[in-house]
């Protein structure tokens, strides 16, 4: 089957009848079409509950391996990677290098088109050779059609090497690459054919935010429903560090901001050392011993 071929197949490039004449009516009536056709998103997603669980549980053995998850996508879809690999450092205290998105075109594409960049197979290979990638990384593709030969190539190159490899796509039609897990949320046709920024962009982004969020959770970088290892790298964030500090320790404002100073910042540090009563030497080796996991470190148990 040729890439044409299965383009055409695509459901994303189908259209919507329910939408045909979205050109001719009121701006109220869009927004009701608009808010009507993204009910279907969240449905598609929930369907695909379990595979998403697999493959989260898939960047957790990575991780435990020492390796990253890499997002690989082009346009929107490479966008809503980078998106949301930016966010993981300052919400999660990692490494930029820990979740890393690489989008057709580079870091020009981000903000502009770059014609073609995403019909070069080849790219996709290359970029991943750049970073290095190895069988302990996870590879997550992300194409609306499943079919973008950018993310077709890198997910063709992870395999070559071994490594886990997941794609996400919006697509229940067509030859899609084979991956050890598929998320593909059938959202249905566009509001406006071919806009894949648009339902298919937020059941992406819906199953992005689960898969990233939950294996840092998964990881100890989430105490109760704290950040507790938010990097405060501006005033806004340093409010928020005495404020998670404040509930996660269950003490006072002044206290909160005594031992967050005591930490030099570490908020689980400053947590364990109010909680507990510790000094920071021994609260440290309290988190050390827990592996990271806060409420390891305080003494409490798994939640049943």
Do not use: W
């Amino acid at each position: 089957m040729t890439n044409g071929d299965s383009e055409r197949q695509a459901l994303t490039e189908t259209r919507n009848p329910r939408t045909m004449y979205i050109d001719r009516v009121s701006t109220r009536e869009a927004v009701k079409i608009f808010i009507e056709e993204d009910r279907a998103v969240f449905k598609a997603v929930e369907a695909c509950s379990e595979n998403i669980a697999q493959a989260i549980e898939l960047v957790l053995a990575g991780f435990r391996k020492g390796g990253r998850l890499i997002y690989a996508g082009a346009g929107t879809s490479g966008r809503l990677g980078v998106l949301d690999a930016s966010e993981c450092p300052p919400t999660f205290g990692v490494s930029p290098e820990m979740v890393t998105a690489l989008i057709a075109g580079g870091e020009k594409a981000v903000t502009s088109a770059v014609e073609g960049a995403e019909d070069n197979v080849d790219a996709g290979r290359q970029d991943l050779e750049a970073i290095k990638f190895s069988k302990n990384d996870v590879l997550l593709g992300i194409t609306a059609s499943g079919t973008t030969p950018y993310v077709c190539g890198a997910l063709d190159h992870a395999r070559s090497l071994g490594s886990s490899t997941i794609l996400l796509t919006c697509n229940p039609y067509g030859e899609l690459p084979k991956t050890d897990v598929l998320i593909n949320p059938a959202v249905g046709p566009e509001v406006i054919t071919g806009s894949t920024r648009l339902k298919s962009g937020t059941a992406c982004k819906l199953v992005l935010n689960m898969i990233s969020s939950i294996s840092m959770i998964r990881m100890g970088k989430v105490f109760e429903n704290l950040m507790v290892d938010l990097m405060a790298t501006n005033k806004k964030l340093q409010k928020r560090a005495i404020r998670i500090v404040m509930e996660g320790a269950r003490v006072p404002n002044y206290i909160a901001e005594a031992k967050l100073q005591e930490a030099e910042g570490d908020v689980k540090l400053a947590i364990v050392m109010a909680r507990r009563d510790l000094p920071a030497e021994t609260a440290r080796q309290k988190l050390v011993e827990s592996g990271g996991f806060l409420y390891k470190a305080l003494g409490e148990t798994d939640h049943e």
